[in-house]
């Protein structure tokens, strides 16, 4: 799949899965958003794969929509979004709720 000059966001990409997602992405031509909790593995992934490494919280609706716009402002529309990280709270089973903005961990 060619997707040069497409915006691509990976969140959960500064390790792991994620990590191999944005590389592969970015050798596909994708300009790619790298978003953690872990800023700074963001940071250093992004800056290997010439993308942008950004902090995100996806148990936080705030933090989610604020990924997407820089996203956007910077790589254009989101061609590819990949929900790799993870998110639990303490609600039973498969019942998630967002975190409120106040909690998010920054």
Not at 42 to 50: H, L, M, Q, S
Not at 89 to 99: E, H, M, S, V, Y
């Amino acid at each position: 799949m060619d997707l040069t000059d497409r915006c691509a966001v990976v969140t959960g990409g500064g390790h792991g899965i994620g990590r191999a997602l944005a590389e592969e992405l970015s050798s596909r031509g994708a300009r790619v958003v790298v978003a953690d909790l872990n800023v700074k593995r963001a940071g250093k992934i992004a800056e290997r794969i010439g993308g942008l490494g950004l902090h995100c919280d996806v148990g936080s609706k705030e933090d989610v929509e604020g990924l997407i716009t820089l996203a956007e402002l910077n790589f254009g529309p989101v061609a590819v979004f990949c929900s790799n990280a993870g998110y639990s709270d303490t609600g039973d089973g498969l019942a998630q709720t967002p975190r409120p903005s106040d909690a998010s961990s920054r």
